[in-house]
Each structure stands twice: as C-alpha cells, then as structure tokens.
C-alpha cells in the first residue's frame, strides 16, 4: 500500500470519527439546553399552579356561601353571595367565580349582572366539579370556557357544613394568557419551540398559534377520545405532521429526533418531555437540530487539523532523522549550530523572564488597584449614612435646644421641678439620639437587629413628644387620633419612631404658611395589616409622587432638610416587611402618608 492511499483512508476514518463525535456532542448540548428550559418552564406552571390552589379553599370557609347554599330562595343572601363573589375575582385577579350546589347548578357567580352569566347553569359534567365531591378535596381541570370560549384553569373545592355534608362546590377561573405572557424564548435558543400537552397528547398552551388544539400524538393510531372534544369544544383536534426519528446517540431516554413537516414549522427538532407537577400535563420542547450541524463541522474542522497536525509531524521526525543522519557526518557543523542555538534559547529565556516578571508588577498593581476602588466605595456610602444621620439627628437637637431654653426661663421663676421635667426630657433625647446613632451603624454595616412584637401607639406617642417640643408646631392644630386598644404590629419601636418623626415634621413644614395649620394622625385596621396615616393640609405633593422617595431630593431650603429624610424612612420601612407611600389629599387641600405594617399578635 502506498503512502498515499495509507493517508488517504486514515483522513476518512477521521473525518468519519469526528462526524460521529460531533453529533454525540451536538445532541448532548440541544439535550441539555433543552432539559435546562423545560425545568424552568416546569417551575414557572408549578409556582402559578401554588399560587391559585390554596384560594378556592379559602373561599370555601366563607360563612356566606354556606348560607347561599342553604337558602338559594332567598334573594337578598343570593345577592350577597354575588357581589362577594365579585370581590373575590377582584382581588386576586381571576376571570371568573361561581358558586354550584351539590347537583351542579351555579347559584351565584361574579357575572351575575352579565348577559353570558352562568347563573343558572348547570356544570355537573365538568371534572373539577365531580372530582371537588368525589374526594373532597381541591381539584384542577382545563378546558375552554362554553359561554366565553376562552382557555382557562379551574380550581374547585367543596363546602362543607359543620358535620362535614358537602353543601357545594365553589370554582375560580383564571384564564392561561397570563401563564402564556410570562414565556420568554431565550436568546440562544432563537429555534426553540415548547407545547404543554394534556394526557390524550392535545396542545392547550404553545408557542406557536397554529398548535394550539392539535394532536401531538399522531403516530399511536387513535384518535382523541370524547372527553378531549368536550373539553375543547367546536376545535377539530387536527394531528400535527410530524415523522419520528428516533433516539440520537448520546442523548438520554426522555429526547427522540422528530421531523416537522410542511406548514406546522418544518424542520428537524430534539424533542424532550417533562412531566408537569400536579396535573396529568406534559411539557414538550422541541429546539433546532441546526446546531448539530455546525457542532459536526466544528468536530470535522478539528479532526481534518489533527490529521494534519500528526501528518506534519510524521512528517516532521521523518525529516529530522534524515538531517541527523547528516548532521552526524557533519559532526563539527552540528557543534556549531548547537551552541548558536544554545544561545538563542538562553536569550529567550531571559525575555521571557523579564516578561513574567513585567507581568506579576502589572497583575500587583492591579489588586491595589481594586483594593483602592473597594475602599472609594466603602467611603462613598459611610459619606451617604452621614448626611443621613445629620438629618435625623437635626430634629431631636432643635428639640433639646428648646428644652434648655425652656428649663432657663424656668430656673429663674424658680419653677426646679418644670426644670427637672426639662432635664428629664433632655436625657430621654440624649438617650434616643444614641439609639438612633447605633441604629445608623446597624445600617451601616448592612446588619440589623430582628424586628419583634411592637405596639405602634408607642412610637407615635414618642414622636408626638418630640414634634410638640418645636417652636415651629406651637400654632399648628396636631390631632392624634389614638386607639383605645393596642394595635400590635410587626416592627422596631426606634425605626418607626425614625419614620414617623419625619413624616410629622414634613407635615408641621408644610403647614406653616397655612391659615388654619392642622396635621392630622389615624390608625386604620385592614385585613392583614395596619395603616398609619399622617394628614396635612397644606399646598400638596406636586409631580410624580415617588421622586420625593429618592435621595437628596427636596423641596425645602437647606436648612430645613438634606432630601433625606424619606428615602431613609422606605429603606427603614422596607426593612420591616412594610410599605411608605405619599400622594396628595383626596377629600381637601393637602399631603397623605401611608405607613402600612404587617399585623402580629401579641403572644407570638
């Protein structure tokens, strides 16, 4: 065998070699971006299927539905139950809530006052209505609505009387564009294509329009069952054309290649399926087989330069022991020419120390560089936590200058026990200046105590204390609206006094050059949480609302304030699992804040 043909089939075992390598790598690769979305898309349906499952159990435990379900007769309870019923689908966003009794019939739903109302339907045939009786328990069921003909998830559970008796079962609609809107096909899959498949293998949700109630199933030999064309009403369930390839090598059992063909997107895809949690679904994406291609060429690219790296440097020693066999005859040439290379590389050497050397003062400089940088950040911030503390503590020492000046005029009418109730304030500032001081360090250093069980009339009660000690609230109406019973919330006592401080020394500003100057405090109960509202009536808040939160933004002289004040409270109030917001008096001339914090118990 020649030299040429010996080179010739060992180019073709290569460049077959690294063909199949290609593919095995290609394959792996669309396999594991492929594995890498269906994951997510798995957790984005299971987190939107948690956020909706526990509702309709919720809802059962309305008292009113369960009196809706004993007195259907009875307009007035009925009337109740829809407008409840309307609330309900209003807060969480829902397309529809209804009401069925133990034989199916809706007795009161959301859209009552609607001509495609489902009043009065009967939905005993439907799955999550039979499935709520038969465990009693919640179910989950997707079809398309029959009165709105939109796609849509259903969650039931039943309502049950004090002895346990299923009285009916109460259901809750949301409609899928609102999982379909969260999809996001990434960049580096721009020929990714995913489908939500039902147990029958029909398409519900898709990322292509023309897939939706399709047959992804062709090749089993059996057509949709009833169920299917009852769940989708008036939709042919048309198969997708589609061949099957088989299993590349390299992959795992979940993939298999398949063959899209004509109008439906043709082309070659890697098919992977993922059981979706809770429901009989599957989740099937399908990505481009046009990479493979390319990893191949990549592969025969490397292959083609290996053989001709080996092939060049067969060829190389070849040639080389025939210079040696010359160079031996040559014996005082090869001396020679081994000590000017000798030289050669000596000097190499040394450049390439000196090289290394150079590198190692760059790479030095660098980390003092950075060590620099980092200390120019940690500066930055230390100079925004004191302009901050400069601010908060401005009000409690025009509070103790007052209280001085006080205690003096005090002193020489020789009233000692007002001076003394002066002293006695002043070391309570004092005392609250230092606890706002360690507070800024917690802030500082990013660390802060755990909030606990507070009563947020003693923070107010504290604040009032040092707004009433200022000169500039002497003529200002300040009305403080306190509970009679505690209102025990999740919070700080010290770091809701902070905010409140600066909430009513804002509002005492922004009276000032009111005729009648009033501020207003109230605490308002809400379901879950409480509500401070601190009311001014002075000129407003005047564009957006939400630039007054940024930092340094003000509308006041700099001596009455940095622009701090209320970027610092949201950081606070944030931090406190709460909400600050501002905007402008519904009901009269004026500013509103509203301090919301999370309701607690006392024994927790």
Not at 188 to 201: K, T
Request: proline share 4%; charged share 25%; aromatic share 8%.
């Amino acid at each position: 065998m020649s030299f040429r043909i010996g080179a010739f089939l060992i180019f073709g075992l290569t460049l077959l070699v690294s063909w199949t390598l290609g593919g095995w790598a290609g394959y792996r690769q669309v396999e594991q971006k492929s594995l890498e979305e269906s994951f997510r898309y798995r957790q984005l349906v299971a987190n939107e299927l948690n956020r909706y499952l526990p509702i309709p159990e919720l809802m059962a435990e309305h008292p009113l539905l369960e009196k809706a379900l004993r007195t259907p007769d009875d307009p007035g309870i009925i009337l109740q139950a829809n407008e409840e019923m309307q609330r309900m689908a209003t807060i969480m966003g829902s397309s529809d809530v209804y009401l069925m009794d133990v034989n199916g019939l809706t007795i009161a739903a959301n859209n009552y006052q609607q001509e495609d109302s489902f009043v009065g339907s009967n939905y005993a045939f439907r799955p999550y209505f039979s499935e709520a009786l038969a465990t009693r328990d919640s179910a989950i069921y997707f079809a398309l609505g029959l009165m709105s003909n939109m796609r849509g998830l259903y969650f039931s559970h039943p309502i049950l009387d004090s002895q346990g008796s299923v009285l009916g079962v109460i259901a809750v609609k949301v409609l899928v564009h609102e999982l379909e809107s969260q999809w996001h096909r990434p960049a580096s899959l721009s020929e990714a294509e995913m489908v939500v498949l039902d147990r029958d293998g029909i398409s519900f949700l898709a990322s292509k329009p023309r897939w939706l109630y399709r047959d992804f199933e062709p090749y089993s030999g059996t057509t949709p069952a009833a169920e299917s064309y009852q769940r989708y009403p008036d939709r042919d369930l048309t198969p997708i054309n589609m061949m099957r390839l088989g299993r590349p090598w390299g992959v795992s059992d979940r993939s298999e290649k398949i063959h899209l063909v004509g109008s439906d997107a043709g082309g070659h895809y890697l098919s992977v399926r993922t059981d979706l949690p809770r429901l009989d679904w599957t989740l099937q994406v399908m990505v481009s087989t046009r990479s493979v291609i390319w990893t191949r060429l990549a592969f025969l690219v490397g292959g083609a330069a290996l053989f001709f790296g080996g092939l060049l440097t067969w060829l190389y020693i070849r040639e080389r022991y025939r210079r040696e066999a010359e160079l031996a005859l040559r014996g005082e040439q090869l001396e020679r020419r081994v000590a000017e290379r000798t030289a050669d590389l000596e000097n190499s050497n040394c450049k390439l120390l000196e090289e290394i050397r150079e590198r190692e003062r760059t790479q030095n400089e660098l980390r003092e560089t950075q060590q620099e940088l980092i200390q120019a950040a940690k500066l930055a911030v230390l100079g925004q936590m004191s302009a901050g503390l400069n601010h908060e503590m401005n009000q409690p020492l025009t509070a103790i200058q007052t209280y001085a000046r006080n205690s003096r005029r005090f002193l020489e009418k020789g009233a000692e026990d007002m001076v003394d109730a002066n002293l006695s304030e002043i070391i309570a500032l004092c005392d609250k200046m230092a606890e706002l001081t360690r507070q800024f360090k917690v802030f500082a250093r990013k660390s802060e105590g755990p909030p606990a069980v507070v009563d947020l009339r003693q923070s107010i009660d504290a604040s009032l204390k040092i707004i009433l000690a200022q000169k500039s609230s002497a003529d200002i109406d300040i009305q403080w609206n306190r509970p009679d019973h505690p209102v025990m919330c999740h919070g700080d006592l010290i770091r809701i006094e902070q905010v409140m401080v600066n909430l009513m020394a804002n509002a005492v500003h922004a009276v000032e050059e009111s005729r009648h100057p009033q501020v207003r405090i109230d605490i308002e109960e809400a379901e879950d949480c409480w509500k401070c509202l601190v009311r001014d009536n002075g000129p407003g808040l005047q564009g957006n609302t939400e630039q007054i939160f940024e930092p340094f933004f003000t509308t006041k002289s700099v001596k009455q304030g940095l622009g701090l004040g209320l970027s610092i409270s949201r950081q606070i109030v944030d931090a406190l699992g709460g909400t600050l917001t501002g905007r402008n008096r519904m009901d009269g001339p004026g500013a509103e804040f509203v301090l919301t914090l999370r309701k607690r118990e006392a024994t927790e």
